[in-house]
């Protein structure tokens, strides 16, 4: 089995030239508000460099990456994830890239990509959801700073690869568009419909998030606890999953509307 470099992680499609030092201060503003966005959270971000092929900036949290991960850049992927999984990660590179080229450039921006791999620290290892969106492109289109971050997902099972449109309409609500999943079977994208939650749904996951049981949802909706039940359930069915805090760890790691 050949071993993994990183050069392999790069490809004609992720190719990105003619960056300047000026372009460099010209993103300096978001690099800053990268870095203050990812003081607000317990995620591990870091911002991808197509152009140098290496990190930018990247948070430090030792909960789920290591310390130095900026330094680390590329390697983080075959030092820190079981090799079985290195073939999945170079396949999702590479076709999330050729997905990303038939993009028209006005939607670009607004793309997210999202999948689940093991991550292995300190000799435990966890499932971690990996998540970029561009950040800044070259006056070509090309992708060539990405901003990403890890969380802990709730599945049991790598893979789990899904794009979308980040979108906003004009009153405000941000939505999902353009949902597509892509299939480690037949290596191809797939058209998807994004989840959508009822507002009673919403309601029990926000009100389950501040620890109120299901009794006490029922009351404050003024509904019946047989009622909530009937709803947690048709949800846990929605989501894929068998407990309230699996269900919020879904909705925080995909693209649940």
Same mark, same amino acid.
């Given at each position: ?15 990105? !030239? ?18 203050? #966005? ?10 991808? !460099? ?55 450039? #006005? ?151």
């Amino acid at each position: 089995m050949n071993m993994t470099q990183i050069n392999d992680f790069f490809i004609d499609k992720n190719r990105v !030239d003619g960056i300047t030092e000026e372009d460099y201060e010209r993103v300096q503003p978001k690099i800053e508000a990268v870095a203050a #966005a990812a003081r607000t959270t317990t995620n591990s971000i870091y911002i991808i !460099d197509y152009h140098k092929r290496n990190f930018l900036y990247s948070s430090e949290n030792p909960m789920l990456a290591p310390v130095g991960l900026k330094d680390m850049g590329y390697s983080l992927y075959i030092d820190y994830v079981p090799k079985e999984e290195h073939a999945m990660l170079l396949e999702i590179n590479h076709a999330g890239f050729e997905e990303f080229s038939r993009i028209d450039l #006005a939607n670009k921006m607004e793309f997210v990509i999202s999948y689940d791999f093991h991550f292995i620290q300190n000799g435990r290892s966890r499932m971690v959801n990996h998540r970029l969106t561009p950040l800044a492109l070259n006056s070509k289109g090309q992708l060539w700073l990405a901003l990403a971050s890890f969380s802990l997902s709730p599945r049991k099972h790598f893979g789990n690869v899904r794009m979308w449109r980040v979108t906003e309409s004009g009153n405000g609500i941000v939505g999902n568009r353009d949902v597509r999943e892509y299939s480690l079977v037949d290596g191809k994208w797939h058209d998807s419909t994004p989840i959508v939650l009822t507002e009673t749904e919403q309601q029990l996951l926000m009100m389950s998030a501040q620890g109120y049981t299901t009794e006490e949802i029922a009351s404050r909706l003024f509904r019946t606890a047989d009622t909530m039940k009937y709803h947690r359930k048709k949800l846990f069915r929605k989501l894929g999953v068998e407990s309230i805090s699996e269900a919020l760890a879904t909705v925080m790691s995909s693209n649940v509307m």
